[in-house]
């Protein structure tokens, strides 16, 4: 099946710096990706859907603003949460459409001190 | 939007047994229904997938099952396995939706050796 990686893995920061974490399609162009948080035995809980060369498509009482995203190309997508505070502090999963198939990444656990 | 109920939030079973995890969607243009196995700390895994032409699939020890009049449709899993223990989400879309899932809260599965 279709290859999605995630970068980083786990990152640890302090509160009020920025955190910019990568997905990419390894093996296909994905034209849209998609950014789910997921709290500790919660389900997945959809963020914004990214769309190439396009702003993203937030979900309501996501702040576009903390959360930004740009999907410069076909095969990678960022979200870079700004400002970091211990709230934000979650597990950050993406996905990338290939085929109208939903293909997920790893995942990033990021933790704000 | 687009509304999924999952049940139970966790089930144990023997091994051997089967399980059964339901769920239900609101609505009524949806059209594809995913599931997926998620292990602790990895990433949402699809397993198996059914659309709305068709009422049941099966594939090895899985199934799922859909009534598209009561909006509601479900994955069995016989034989269990330990292996088969994992956090497992049903998901559906709607082409309208520009591909997006909407997520069920998830079970947690525990097969005992």
């Known amino acids: 099946g279709a290859v999605v990686s995630q970068h980083p893995s786990r990152v640890i920061c302090k509160s009020g710096t920025s955190v910019k974490i990568e997905c990419r399609s390894l093996d296909f162009q994905a034209t849209t990706m998609f950014w789910y948080r997921q709290f500790p035995k919660k389900s997945l809980m959809l963020m914004a859907t990214s769309n190439e060369g396009s702003k993203a498509t937030y979900e309501q009482g996501v702040e576009k603003d903390k959360f930004l995203i740009n999907h410069a190309s076909l095969t990678l997508s960022t979200l870079t949460v700004t400002s970091a505070h211990p709230e934000d502090s979650s597990f950050y999963i993406c996905?990338?459409?290939?085929?109208?198939?939903?293909?997920f990444g790893p995942g990033t656990r990021l933790t704000v001190l | 939007g687009e509304n999924v109920e999952q049940h139970p939030s966790t089930l144990s079973v023997q091994e051997g047994d089967s399980a059964v995890i339901k769920c239900t969607y609101s609505d009524s243009a949806s059209n594809y229904f995913p599931w997926y196995k998620q292990e602790l700390g990895k990433r949402p895994q699809l397993i198996i997938d059914?659309?709305?032409?068709?009422g049941e699939k099966k594939d090895q020890r899985i199934a799922v099952t859909l009534n598209k009049t009561a909006k509601h449709f479900s994955l069995h899993i016989t034989e269990t396995q330990p292996e088969d223990s994992a956090v497992y989400f049903c998901?559906?879309?709607?082409?309208?939706?520009?591909?997006?899932?909407?997520f069920g809260g998830g079970t947690r599965l525990m097969v005992k050796p």
């Open positions: 998901a559906a879309r709607h082409n309208n939706a520009g591909n997006m899932l909407t």
């Open positions: 996905s990338a459409l290939g085929n109208n198939e939903q293909f």
């Open positions: 059914i659309r709305s032409n068709v």
